[in-house]
């Protein structure tokens, strides 16, 4: 029995306390073996059976121990007395707390009787009631548990039908998972196989009774009698009790019914669910709604981030490969251009060393005979020597020896301008890893504009005219060489621009001052402009729009790169026809 009726006294003949009808009672004669049973069972009733003073103080010590050593005001406690035992009911009442306080007298049985069935009927309620609370409790519990627990979502849901059971009483319970109008059902731990069985057995044709179709449509928990017409004759036949009502739980996540939990309730246990449970199932409904929608939106958000995660690290990795080809793209375009540079001086100081070879030979030729000539005329020996004369002129006039003498020094000017230029190209390499940017270094910018100004102004093949409007400026914290190196490559840019125009009185303009914190060179002209396909490509290594040998298209490239390393900034405003402006703006607090 979950709750026991104990009755305690010291003597064993208990017929004119106890009721005849009751039978399955437990007896204490002690202190000692009233614990032991209150212990193992919380008891529904404890009957003090008093009929001498050590009745009195064994039943108020029982009485105590219940109150306060266990804490229990839910068992119900009455003393019987017999009649030669008077008691103070007043302080039974309120000092010992017992429930009622019956007289053992024989015309007053039935009336005991009635007393003692409403105190366990009251028992039965307090306990009904306080199960009711840690059924309510225990499912609340449950929906909370799915915005915060790891396990997943079907093991959550047993949980939580295990609970709903418990709070509307239900004797079997099962779970009708639904997936593109498929039906499979799942049991409970309470629910015997062959009742699962049956429950397949309806599933297997892919149909659900009316009145659980009902329950998908309107989305909303359904609690209600069962109808001779329900359609779940095999599975009520199946059951051990009698099914009076059912209770249909759809779970419902993005107005999608994904699972269906169905509680059958046996008839003797419908009275007990109220209108309260009711009300607290539709709410739980939607609460258990509203966290699977947000379980459901962080799992699908988890998904996203990982997926944004793993496109991220894909799209580093992309990045990485074509930063690495576009690397090796421009190092091959560099080669190319260094090669294509270098190759042309080279090619032609090697087709004149060649051209050399031939001509030392003839050289050193004529020495010999020059030689022999000398020796032919030291001995006297006219007629040799006259041979050797007429020889030697026949071998100038062969060779062009005069040619030869003359040829060889245009060999050498050109070879030398040759390997000049190839001097200047490695020189403008160089530049792109060896600028000097110390902060020691100070650059007097006015004498490198004067300067600059002079060289361009005494240039007598240039027709270009040069306008410096510079006012008179402080020295700036640059290297003098950078500076210097900026100034020309960018000003000598412009000049070449009107290469090939007919622009009448072709201008560039240098504009220097200092605003801000900040120093700025304006090179400006009235030349061509720059078309976008060449804008685009201006600043790469090695192009230039010049013929092949005339230009090694490493300036503005150069000068990109020192701006950059001097922590400035390098703009072109251009229009096509009309002008183009070059803006260095290099920071003076470094």
Known sequence: MDNPIIVVCTHANTTQFVPESWKALEYANSLRAAKKKMRQAKPALVLLCIDSVDDIALCQSVSQYIREGLANAVSRIAVIHSE?????????????????????????ALFNQSVLKRELDTFDYIESTYRQHNAETEMLMCISQFSRANETTKELLGTFSQSLAKLCHAAYSCEIYISNDDYRASAATDTPSNMIDAFDSLLTGKSLPNFLLKTIDEQQPQIDLLHATSGIDAILKQSSVVIGSYLAFPIVVYKRVLCLLFFLIPESDMSRVSMRQINIINKASEQLTILLERRKAEYSLKNQYKRLQNAL???????????????????????????????????????????MDKYLQSIMTLQSMQSELLTCIDIQQSQEAQKLKESLTSFKQKEGIEFVLEDIRAIV???????????????????FTDIKT??????????????????????EKST?????????LAPIPFNTGAIEQVINNVVKNAIQAFEGTNIEEPTVTVNAFNESDYFHLIVSDNGPGIDEETKAKMYDPFFTTKPIGQGVGLGLSVTLNIVQKLGGSLSCTTELGRSTEFKISLPLNR
């Open 84 to 108: 030669s035992e008077k008691l103070d009911e007043v302080e039974w009442l309120e000092e010992f707390q017992v429930n009622a306080c019956l007289c053992a007298r024989q015309e007053r």
């Open 313 to 355: 690290l894909e799209l580093k990795s992309t990045k990485e490969k074509l930063e690495s080809k576009e690397k090796l793209a421009s190092i091959g375009r560099m080669a190319a251009g260094i090669a294509h540079e270098i190759n042309n001086p080279l090619s032609f100081v090697i087709s004149n060393f060649s051209s």
């Open 413 to 431: 000017t050109d070879s030398f301008n040759g390997l000049q230029r190839v001097e200047s190209i490695i020189a403008d390499l160089r530049s």
């Open 438 to 459: 110390s902060e020691d270094d100070t650059c007097d910018i006015q004498k490198v504009l004067n300067e600059s100004l002079k060289m361009y102004k005494y240039d």
């Open 464 to 472: 270009v005219n040069i306008r410096f409007d510079t006012p008179s």
